[in-house]
């Protein structure tokens, strides 16, 4: 067996009247945040820490903000691309643990929505997902309620 980690990091600003979406899931607010796709920023950390595992490179390099084939895409469209880039090279998902970073709205409530749609969309286990939040205690762009960030680490199996 042929373990490997990967890390992903994700940011993005909020602007009031944008849908905002995380881990997949649309969450209530009256900001959301801005980006080519749909700039779901746990998605593209969990993205970024896959192929990272699997020296694949980064989301930018597979899905380009050039392209408009993934101008507002839903970003679980980008996951199931990036979980089929592995399953083609023999690539197992072992787990994946993500920290987010925002100040508001509170997302306690759709933790487990999130975990269940991840799983799906990567065809892992319920409890292979972990999703945890955390405020910046009011200090920096995310203090002021400015952007988003979240971080990912994978492991994979190469079989």
Known sequence: MNFRVGFGFDVHQLEPGIPFFLGGVRIEHHQGA???SDADVIIHAICDALLGAAALGDIGKHFPDTSNEFKGIDSSILLAKVVSILKEKS???GNVDVSVVLEKPKIAPYIQAMREKLASVMQIDLDCVSIKA????KMGFVGREEG???YA???INRQ
């Open 34 to 36: 801005k980006g080519h």
């Open 91 to 93: 690539i197992a998902i």
């Open 134 to 137: 955390t405020t910046n205690e």
């Open 148 to 150: 988003v960030a979240a």
């Open 153 to 155: 680490v994978a492991l």
